[in-house]
């Protein structure tokens, strides 16, 4: 099956710095790729939808000066926790739709983000 | 909008029985309809799916799960439990406008007992 790579894997920074995570897609171009965010408690949420070579889709409630989010080519998107706070330590999924099939998702392996 | 409702928080089950974890959903017009499993610490993988055809899905691992459009339920299922299968399963769902966006239930936390 399709690879979708996610890195770091886990992450711990400082209050107001910032923090990068990739995506990957290894194997197959990813025109779209959805970001979702985990809560302690196991609800996953989905936070935006990334558009390659277009600004991104915001779900409601999701700040987008405080998640940036760039899909800047066809295998690569990243999101950018910017001025990270406490309240932003989380779990951090990025996904690819398999376009070939009937969409199921690829997942990445997540990343854990801590902010101390 | 869609929305998926998985009821159970946890679902605690002996191994060798049977097992089902509950899943029902809202989309307007026809359901894709999914089921992830969940590993500590990982990503998330893709268990099974329906999109149409046949009611009852077969997919990963000895799992299955039955479509039932009036009830509008997308329960998942496994003859035996075992150990292994403990993980937290979600429930997934699109719809069919052509888009990937998918949404996903709360989850269940599958606990299997040796």
């Known amino acids: 099956g399709a690879v979708v790579s996610q890195h770091p894997s886990w992450v711990i920074c400082k209050s107001g710095t910032s923090v990068k995570i990739e995506c990957r897609s290894l194997d197959f171009q990813a025109t779209t790729m959805f970001w979702y965010r985990q809560f302690p408690k196991q609800s996953l949420m989905l936070m935006a939808t990334s558009n390659e070579g277009s600004k991104a889709t915001y779900e409601q409630g999701v700040e987008k000066d405080k998640f940036l989010i760039n899909h800047a080519s066809l295998t690569l998107s990243t999101l950018t926790v910017t001025s990270a706070h406490p309240e932003d330590s989380s779990f951090y999924i990025c996904?690819?739709?398999?376009?070939?099939?009937?969409?199921?998702?690829?997942f990445g392996e997540g990343s854990r983000l801590t902010v101390l | 909008a869609q929305s998926v409702a998985q009821p159970e928080d946890q679902v605690n089950v002996a191994e060798g029985n049977p097992l089902t974890v509950k899943c029902t959903y809202s989309?307007?017009?026809?359901?894709?309809l999914f089921w992830y499993v969940q590993y500590p610490n990982r990503g998330l993988q893709f268990l099974l799916k329906?999109?149409?055809?046949?009611?009852l899905v077969k997919g990963s691992y000895g799992f299955e799960a039955e479509f039932n459009k009036s009830q509008t339920s997308f329960h998942l299922k496994k003859p035996s439990a075992l150990v292994s299968d403990s993980a937290l399963y979600f429930c997934a769902v699109r719809d069919d406008t052509g888009g990937f966006k998918t949404i996903f239930g709360a989850g269940t936390r599958l606990f299997v007992k040796a």
């Open positions: 329906y999109i149409t055809g046949d009611n």
């Open positions: 989309v307007s017009g026809n359901p894709y």
């Open positions: 996904s690819a739709p398999d376009r070939g099939g009937t969409g199921e998702l690829f």
